[in-house]
C-alpha cells in the first residue's frame, strides 16, 4: 500500500467523520505501521516538531473521547494499540505536513526576510478584568486557586486558567455592579457567569455582565467573539426561567437555556449568531426571527435580517482550538489571522476573489500559513507587522 496517507481522511478518521470505507483504509495503513516508521526517524526540524505536537494535541483529543487513557482497569492491549494507532497517525501527519513545506520554495513569498522573523501562533491566555469601581486586574499575572472579593461576589482562577464567579449567601448580598472582561488578540479567555453560564471569549473579544444575577433577567453585552453555554435559572421571583440575553449594539439575542455562538466583530461586513443547541430569537430594530439548532442569523450591513445553515464545525472551531476554513473567501481569511497573530491586515483595491480551504492549529508559524495563502492566489506583502493583501 502506498505510504502517502490522504491527510484529508486522517483528520475524518481523527474527528470520528470517516466513511467506513475511509476507516477500512486507514485501519489497513496502520497494519503496515512498521514499515512507515524510518520514513520520519529524520524529520527533526522546528517545523516538524511542531507539527508533531499539533498532531499529538489531535491524538490525545481522540483517545480520551474513547475512553482509551483515562479510565483504570481498561484491557492494557487496546491501550497500547491505539496509542500504537495514534503514533502511526502522528508520523503520518508530520511526514505529509513536511512534503508540504518541502514542495512550497521561498520563491513563493514576496518578502521572505521580514517572514522569517514572524512569531507562531500561541493560545495565550491573557486577559484583563475590569471591576466595578474601576480597578483592573491582569489575569495572566493571578496564581490559579488565587481568589478575590468583589462585593456580592467571589472570582477564583482556576487551574484551567479560567475565572468562575460565585455569588455569597443570600444574608450577606452587598450592591452588584458591572464587570468587564477584555481578550487581546492572539489570545483566549473562558468565565463561568454567577448563574454557570460559561463563555469562551475569541481573540480582540469583551464582555460586560453583572457580577451577579438578582434580577428577573440576565443581560450581557460583547463585542467581538463569544460562544455561549447557557445555564438555566429560575428568575429571582421564583417563576420562570430566568432569560438570558446578549447585546452586540447591532443585535440582540433572547435564549432560555442554549448553546450558540456570536460574532459581533465591526471590521466584518455582518453580524451573525448561530445556534448549536437550544432555542434563541434574534432581534434587529423591529425584525425579529427564531432560528433552530444548525441555523445562523445573520445581519449585513444594509440592515437586512437573514436565515441560513452554515458549516457549523467551521463556526465553532476556534472555541475547539484551531481555526478552520471551509472555501472561505480570502478577506475573512486574512482577518481570522490578523486577529489570531497580533498583525494588521490592510485590503487595497476592490474585492477580493479566491477562496481557501485548510485547518491552521496552535503552533503552526505565520509563514507557513502565509505560504499556502500565496498558492491558493493571494497576493500580499507583509512587512513584519501589517499584511497587506493587493
Known amino acids: 500500500m502506498d505510504s502517502n496517507i490522504d491527510i484529508k ?40 516538531m511542531q507539527y508533531r505536537e499539533t498532531a499529538k494535541a489531535a491524538v490525545l483529543e481522540k483517545l480520551y473521547e474513547t475512553d482509551a487513557i483515562s479510565k483504570p482497569g481498561r484491557n492494557r492491549r487496546i491501550i497500547l494499540l491505539r496509542v500504537a494507532v495514534a503514533a502511526s497517525i502522528m508520523a503520518a501527519i508530520v511526514m505529509t505536513a513536511t512534503w ?80 468587564k472582561l477584555s481578550v487581546p488578540k492572539s489570545s483566549q479567555y473562558i468565565v463561568v457567569l454567577s448563574d454557570g453560564t460559561k463563555v469562551w471569549l475569541n481573540a480582540g473579544s469583551t464582555i460586560s455582565f453583572p457580577a451577579a444575577f438578582t434580577g428577573n433577567s ?85 440592515g437586512k435580517l437573514s436565515v441560513s445553515q452554515p458549516n457549523l464545525e467551521e463556526i465553532v472551531a476556534w472555541q475547539k482550538g484551531y481555526l478552520q476554513f471551509d472555501n472561505t473567501p480570502l478577506e475573512e481569511v486574512f482577518r481570522q489571522i490578523a486577529r489570531w497573530y497580533d498583525v494588521h491586515v490592510v485590503f487595497k483595491g476592490g474585492v477580493h476573489q479566491g477562496s481557501f480551504h485548510g485547518k491552521i492549529y496552535p503552533g503552526m508559524k505565520l509563514p507557513e500559513i502565509l505560504r499556502g495563502l500565496e498558492t491558493n492566489g493571494a497576493r500580499f506583502t507583509f512587512n513584519g507587522t501589517s499584511i497587506i493583501v493587493e
Request: net charge negative.
Open 9 to 48: 481522511i486522517l483528520e475524518k478518521y481523527l474527528d470520528g467523520t470517516a466513511s467506513p470505507e475511509e476507516q477500512q483504509l486507514i485501519e489497513a495503513w496502520l497494519a503496515e505501521g512498521e514499515d512507515h516508521a524510518p520514513l520520519f526517524e529524520d524529520e527533526d526540524s522546528q517545523e516538524a
Open 218 to 302: 440576565r443581560d450581557v453585552a460583547i463585542t467581538g467573539e463569544a460562544y455561549f453555554e447557557v445555564a438555566k435559572q429560575v428568575a429571582a421571583n421564583g417563576g420562570n426561567y430566568q432569560p438570558f440575553s446578549v447585546a452586540t449594539g447591532k443585535m440582540s439575542v433572547l435564549v432560555l437555556g442554549t448553546h450558540f455562538n456570536i460574532n459581533a466583530y465591526t471590521d466584518e461586513p455582518a453580524v451573525s449568531t448561530t445556534l448549536l443547541e437550544g432555542s434563541v430569537q434574534v432581534k434587529v430594530n423591529k425584525q425579529k426571527i427564531q432560528i433552530r439548532p444548525g441555523e445562523q442569523a445573520q445581519l449585513n450591513n444594509t
Open 100 to 179: 508540504f513545506q518541502h514542495h512550497i520554495t521561498e520563491s513563493h513569498i514576496r518578502n521572505p526576510v521580514s517572514l522569517k522573523g514572524a512569531m507562531p501562533y500561541k493560545s495565550r491566555n491573557k486577559a484583563v478584568l475590569e471591576l466595578s469601581g474601576g480597578r483592573t486586574i491582569a489575569l495572566d499575572a493571578i496564581a490559579a486557586g488565587q481568589t478575590l472579593q468583589d462585593g456580592a461576589v467571589t472570582i477564583t482562577k482556576t487551574a484551567n486558567n479560567e475565572i468562575e464567579y460565585q455569588q455569597v449567601a443570600a444574608g450577606q448580598q452587598q450592591p452588584v455592579g458591572i464587570h
